[in-house]
């Protein structure tokens, strides 16, 4: 069956990084664009960045411009996400799925920016 798993997240300062991992299995990763979302608390899950098949990322949310990284690893059908420069209000829980037709989502993984 279709499962995406995120890992990765924690409590870091204000300024830190993270590497954030999603490892999906139940289908074929190379057709798919691969999306990372995110749900701060209280409010509702938005897009953070989409990566396409090919490797092209797309759909940077301005929040986190200059400052997110995506890749994909097609031999371990996974996808990654790297943010610098972590702001308290990048404090969500982080998941990643399809760009189109998203469901089946994992648990997420929480990250929590505080000093």
């Known amino acids: 069956q279709v499962q995406f798993v995120e890992s990765g997240g924690g409590l870091v300062q204000p300024g830190g990084s993270l590497r954030l991992s999603c490892e999906t299995s139940?289908?074929?990763?190379?057709?798919?664009?691969m999306t990372w979302y995110r749900q701060a608390p209280g409010k509702e899950r938005e897009l953070v960045a989409t990566?396409?098949?090919?490797?092209?990322?797309?759909e940077t949310i301005d929040p986190v411009k200059g400052r997110v990284t995506l890749s994909r690893d097609k031999e371990k059908n996974t996808v990654y996400l790297n943010l610098n420069n972590l702001k308290p209000e990048d404090t969500a829980v982080y998941y990643c799925?399809?760009?189109?037709?998203?469901?089946?989502w994992g648990k997420g993984t929480l990250v929590t920016v505080s000093s």
């Open positions: 799925n399809w760009r189109v037709g998203a469901r089946y």
């Open positions: 139940g289908f074929t990763f190379d057709n798919y664009a």
């Open positions: 990566i396409k098949n090919n490797g092209v990322v797309t």
